[in-house]
């Protein structure tokens, strides 16, 4: 079956401009992780949905990052007024539960010039 | 929270060898664990995990360890070939909300 999948795969954009990031979980899968990965660096906590509950966003560095995930499927992750530090790769996993295990897609590569 | 430390950012072996790569995780309530392996330019993928109420489980040439009372967790390769070098990162969880990872060991096969 088909695994995660991110779109888009890269993305350049100037600083200041908004970006949406996709990502399409495994179906069946209740939980789904966003996770940002700078160069060489692990991954950093962002985001966490679960079902139909009140996502954890206890891992979003500020305000002008926000997920929303429609219909328990389809996640999308918006950053505001993109900063150059803001440039990494955001990785998204889902899971058939929470503590089970994560499931990641390829990564989307966003490039703040 | 949680700090969770690897021993070696890199490791090179011969191809052949064994590799161990380790985890040190600071949190006892931790109850369960997973190694990911991730190649370039790729996102992580799952390799073996490992649940609190064990010490020890088996894969395909790939053993975890898990010792709880010095909360140290290991990933034990057998005779490792080219294909297995990536990035390695061990990844823990006791809420079950947020997972914690490490900052990866890079693993380098010499042919």
């Known amino acids: 079956g088909a695994g995660v999948s991110q779109s888009p795969s890269n993305k350049v954009t100037e600083k200041g401009k908004d970006v949406e990031l996709r990502c399409d979980p495994i179906s069946g899968h209740t939980a789904l992780y966003w996770y940002r990965q700078s160069l060489g660096q692990g991954l950093e906590f962002l985001i966490y949905?679960?079902?139909?509950?009140?996502?954890?966003k206890s891992g979003l560095p500020s305000d002008r990052f926000s997920a929303e995930r429609t219909g328990g499927s389809v996640s999308t992750l918006t950053i505001q007024r993109t900063q150059q530090e803001d440039s990494a790769v955001y990785l998204c996993?889902?899971?058939?539960?929470?503590?089970?295990?994560?499931?990641f897609g390829p990564g989307t590569r966003l490039l703040v010039l | 929270g949680e700090s969770v430390g690897l021993h070696l950012p890199t490791l090179s072996v011969q191809e052949g060898d064994n590799s161990i790569i380790n985890c040190a995780y600071s949190?006892?309530?931790?109850?369960?664990f997973i190694w990911y392996k991730q190649e370039s330019g790729k996102g992580p993928q799952f390799i073996i995990d490992?649940?609190?109420?064990?010490d020890k489980r088996q894969g395909q040439r790939v053993t975890v360890l898990l010792n709880k009372t010095v909360k140290h967790l290991s990933l034990q390769i057998a005779a490792t070939q080219p294909g297995d070098s990536a990035v390695y990162f061990c990844a823990l969880t006791r809420t079950g909300n947020q997972f914690y990872f490490g900052t990866g060991t890079s693993l380098t096969v010499i042919p």
């Open positions: 996993a889902s899971s058939f539960s929470s503590q089970e295990t994560q499931y």
């Open positions: 490992i649940r609190s109420n064990m």
């Open positions: 949190n006892s309530a931790s109850d369960y």
């Open positions: 949905f679960q079902g139909n509950s009140a996502p954890d």
